[in-house]
């Protein structure tokens, strides 16, 4: 049971070029997040998915792009990346988003955009 | 809308002490849930702790308890015997349980140092 897997764990793009972070719980959740944490920012929800087949955008989705694949798969794909776009992203899955449902994290993927 | 204030960028404290790391919250729902999560060097982010807004009581779980007042709108997270492993970023945060969905709103997390 290997929780909340990401891949890359590390990344370096220059400005302008695309890419697509793989996201996969093997948990049966039902939902999924994708946030980016900067320093002294928190996290931030970029978009999150309520069940397979649907998406939704968070609090900072402009720049990005997702995709359910399934319901164990979940990817953001930044389509031209911009240096602000320099971050630590995480996946998370829960239950559901309804009721008392505790994230589980993925171990993040650090992303550097020159 | 909802928010999450976390006023103290770093503690600090000894192995062995007690500390208090504070958590402020803005929500108009009546039904809300608060979670804790601790965030060591390593990246992860990890759930500690939960506490429903209708709970009775405060929750607790090992050497972790949540400082729930309702009226005064706080989450106050209490390590009691600090130890080494506990130096890390703890980040509160809320979500709605009102019917239909809410995600997570994250504070900015405060940075806990245990010394020996």
């Known amino acids: 049971n290997a929780g909340v897997t990401q891949t890359p764990k590390f990344q370096v793009l220059k400005t302008g070029q695309s890419m697509t972070l793989q996201c996969a719980q093997d948990?049966?959740?039902?939902?999924m997040y994708w946030y980016r944490q900067d320093p002294g920012m928190g996290l931030r929800l970029i978009y999150y998915s309520a069940s397979e087949g649907t998406t939704d955008k968070g609090e900072v989705p402009n720049g990005y792009n997702v995709s359910r694949l399934n319901k164990r798969e979940f990817s953001l794909r930044l389509e031209s990346a911009a240096p602000s776009q320099t971050s630590v992203y995480f996946c998370?899955?829960?239950?559901?988003?309804?009721?008392?449902?505790?994230?589980?994290f993925g171990p993040g993927t650090r992303l550097t955009v020159l | 809308a909802q928010k999450i204030t976390q006023t103290q960028p770093g503690m600090f404290v000894q192995e062995k002490e007690a500390v208090t790391l504070d958590c402020t919250y803005d929500t108009s729902d009546p039904s809300y849930g608060l979670f804790w999560y601790k965030q060591p060097s390593s990246g992860e982010m990890i759930f500690l702790i939960y506490?429903?807004?209708?709970?009775?009581q405060n929750a607790t779980e090992g050497r972790y308890s949540l400082n729930f007042q309702k009226a005064r709108k706080s989450a106050n997270l209490v390590i009691s015997a600090s130890q080494l492993g506990d130096s890390a970023m703890y980040f509160c945060?809320?979500?709605?349980?009102?019917?239909?969905?809410?995600?997570?709103?994250f504070g900015k997390g405060t940075m806990l140092l245990v010394s020996p």
């Open positions: 506490q429903g807004s209708y709970d009775q």
């Open positions: 945060a809320m979500r709605s349980l009102n019917s239909g969905y809410s995600t997570l709103t």
């Open positions: 948990m049966n959740h039902n939902s």
């Open positions: 998370a899955s829960s239950v559901g988003l309804a009721g008392v449902s505790e994230q589980f």
